[in-house]
């Protein structure tokens, strides 16, 4: 057994983690910082009603989004998360550019959320009283700053730290109950305010049923407060899990992630009921529009103006530092993400193997969008959504079908409900919102463009991770120690006595090759072609008592090949040849076949392969074609 050319997804030494609760706080980046601006979108997308749809989104929450994570902490413990999930339910072309697709969404969502959070960030600065009349009217360049100063922290070199994201959720929570509990205070002093809003209502929509089916429908729009979930599930791999965890059964980690999807699905829904009201009571309907005090930063409006300024700016700082990490926790995500399946996939440009350039070009990327978007906050909440909505959809799917293989008929049922519910909210949002579908159509076309362009230009490379011989083909090889091993290529149809004896005739006659000398048989099966790296098993068996024949299944012929030839010159230490036939048809065609189906005109192709894997001629195996 021989190691070649390991694939650039091995996995890195394991880390000893950290508990849950702590861990939690990085999930905590994500979505309790989603409080700096989801009181002021709910309420200008839903108006009066912000409080009820507010209530049914974290309905949805708990009873929808938090189940089926714990699920796919269950079917995917190793960070990978939903996607994960889907790709191992579908092979060939179809999965990867399903999965491509939902990495498309995945990197809108990380995208938006470096963008929306240094927008909102800037929003807390200009609006900050201290700053306003300096920064009045200077959100964009001071959005583009940020992200500049994000992609500057990752080009100097960033790692996570946890303990830095347990003070900032600890420090920005904290001033987030004392604005709540102030908030509530002024509530109850003014009771004027509870009935002036429950008399707007019922002007507006007259009775209690119309209130819950207008919140049906506008809850779609109040989709932000479910991010988090899929990030949760992505820093699993940093909960410290039981003393005898393995890899194949992380009991322990399973147990802390379901601890933290948990933990932070509550206490977002208590912020979320609880900021959701007070914001709408507190705070008059004009500023939370575009240009308004409370535009994006509705509890910050309420910190200032019942808490004071002094205050009002720590929370300012409390708010931009969290925002500002939320930012660095998705490029972390998005530096991790794509590494987890496009270099599986052979679709990795070798630059973005380094962080340097792909830091560069998604904060390009960011610049671009916080320009599309002039950095306003609302502008970007659909995209935001539609890549939060579409993940939890298809998670919520990934976890009906792995229920329905389980056997479980009950929450089979019960996911594919919760499954028709994120569809269609997903759905609503994309109707009302198209300019998320929109960006996140950019982004899936991006990564198939430069995916294919990348994996057409690594169409060459030796992509066997290892090779294996059993017992019966090392003894084959180990026969040609002091000679060299002759090899005829064969595509297996019948298998039957008429077809090798018919292959080796013509192979003698095509290439001259005495009757005296010793030949063997390869053959390769091809079992997904869509794949890149995988390694090689090759079995070796004696036919029709007379032909000695090697096996192999692989996702590419050529690519087997050459890695078998390899293998056979590094235990002999003798130039192995191999004789083709020429296979007919249009060269350019059977290149298509090649790049798409592993097979094609497979004796140029395996001399190119070896080429570029061995550079040395006198090295090289001899490829033969008659």
Known sequence: MAKQH??????????????????????????????????????????????????????????GALPVYRRVAVESPHGE??????????????????????????????????????????????????????????QVLLTLIMVALLGAVFLKGFSEAIGLAVALVAVYLALNVVVVVNGFWHVFAEPHVFGDWVDGLTAEHGNALAMIGVAL???????????????????MPHIEGDPDDTEQKPTGRIRGARHLLTTAAVIMSVFLIATSLITTLLIPKDA?????????????????????????????????????????????GLLNLMPRYLPRYGMAPHWARAVRPTVIVLTL?????????????????????????????????????????????RWTVTFAVIAAVFLYTTAVNIAERPDGVKIGACFIAGIMLVSFLSRLKRA????????VLDAVAERFVRDYMHRPLRLIANEPNSRDLAEYRDKLRQ????????????????????????????????????????????????????????????????????????????????????????????????????????????????????VHVG
């Open 460 to 467: 060459f490379e030796l992509r066997v991770t290892e090779v």
């Open 288 to 332: 939370f529009k575009s240009g308004g005090g409370a535009n994006g930063r509705a509890l910050a409006y309420l910190a200032h103006e019942y808490l004071g300024s002094t205050f009002g700016s720590v929370y300012d700082l409390s708010t931009i530092a969290i925002l500002w990490f939320a930012g660095a926790s998705a490029m972390a």
């Open 507 to 622: 192979i003698r006659k095509d290439n001259d090759i005495p009757s005296e000398d010793d030949l063997v048989f390869v053959e390769v099966t091809v079992l997904d072609p869509s794949d890149f790296e995988a390694e090689l098993t090759v079995r070796g068996e004696v036919l029709h008592e007379r032909y000695r024949v090697l096996s192999l299944q692989s996702s590419s012929v050529p690519n087997a090949l050459a890695a078998l030839l390899l293998q056979v010159r590094d235990l002999t230490g003798q130039q192995p040849h191999i004789y083709f036939e020429w296979t007919e048809g249009n060269p350019f065609a059977q290149f298509l076949r090649f790049f798409l189906f592993g097979q094609g005109e497979i004796a140029p192709v395996t001399r190119e392969v070896l080429r570029e894997a061995e550079p040395d001629r006198t090295r090289r195996p001899a």
């Open 217 to 235: 429908i506008v809850f779609p729009k109040l989709a932000l407060g479910l991010s988090g979930f899929e990030t949760g599930v992505a820093v």
């Open 6 to 63: 390991p694939g650039p997804h091995a996995e890195a030494p394991r880390e000893k983690g950290a508990p849950w609760w702590r861990v939690m706080c990085l999930t905590g980046l994500d979505y309790f910082s989603t409080l700096g601006y989801q009181p002021g979108i709910a309420a200008l997308a839903a108006g009066l009603l912000s409080p009820i749809a507010t209530i049914v989104l974290v309905f949805v929450t708990l009873f």
């Open 81 to 138: 998360g939903s996607i994960a999930m889907l790709e191992r339910l579908l092979s060939f072309w179809q999965g990867k550019l399903f999965v491509l697709t939902l990495l498309g969404f995945a990197a809108t969502d990380f995208m938006i959320t470096i963008t929306l959070s240094a927008a909102d960030a800037t929003a807390h600065l200009i609006e900050n009283p201290h700053l306003h009349s300096a920064l009045s009217g200077k």
């Open 365 to 409: 990327i960011a610049f671009l969008v916080t320009w599309l978007f002039d950095a306003s906050v609302d502008a970007q909440g659909g995209a935001y959504a539609t890549g939060v909505l579409v993940l939890i959809s298809s998670a919520a799917v990934a976890v009906t079908i792995a229920a329905h293989k389980a056997g479980e008929r």
